[in-house]
């Protein structure tokens, strides 16, 4: 079974900064291109982030300069370095993988960027 678990979301302030990271099991982590999504309120899922599995890495416009994904092959996990937050950053933010099975994801984070 596969499990993606999302946690580091919170409220913050604007200029703030957050790390989230994406708990996986049930998948080999290592040959998996992985993807950070979120949706505000109101408005359709957008893709943020997204790593390959040798790390080449692919930004949203509007996050670029302002986010970076990683990844700990060895520990499965896949994270997300939000700095400089902005209101419109607020969303619940998704991990993302394909595997055989289909399109995974986890339940979210919450996060919130407000003063």
């Known amino acids: 079974q596969v499990r993606l678990v999302e946690s580091g979301g919170g409220l913050v302030q604007p200029g703030g900064s957050l790390r989230l990271s994406c708990a996986t099991s049930?998948?080999?982590?290592?040959?998996?291109?992985m993807k950070w999504y979120r949706q505000a309120p109101g408005k359709e899922r957008e893709m943020v982030a997204s790593?390959?599995?040798?790390?080449?890495?692919n930004y949203g416009d509007s996050v670029k300069d302002r986010f970076t994904i990683s990844r700990d092959n060895a520990r499965a996990t896949l994270y997300l370095q939000m700095i400089d937050l902005k209101p419109e950053d607020t969303a619940v933010y998704y991990c993302?993988?394909?595997?055989?099975?289909?399109?995974?994801w986890g339940r979210g984070t919450q996060v919130t960027v407000s003063s």
């Open positions: 790593i390959t599995s040798s790390g080449t890495t």
């Open positions: 049930g998948i080999n982590f290592k040959i998996h291109e």
């Open positions: 993302n993988t394909n595997s055989r099975w289909g399109s995974q």
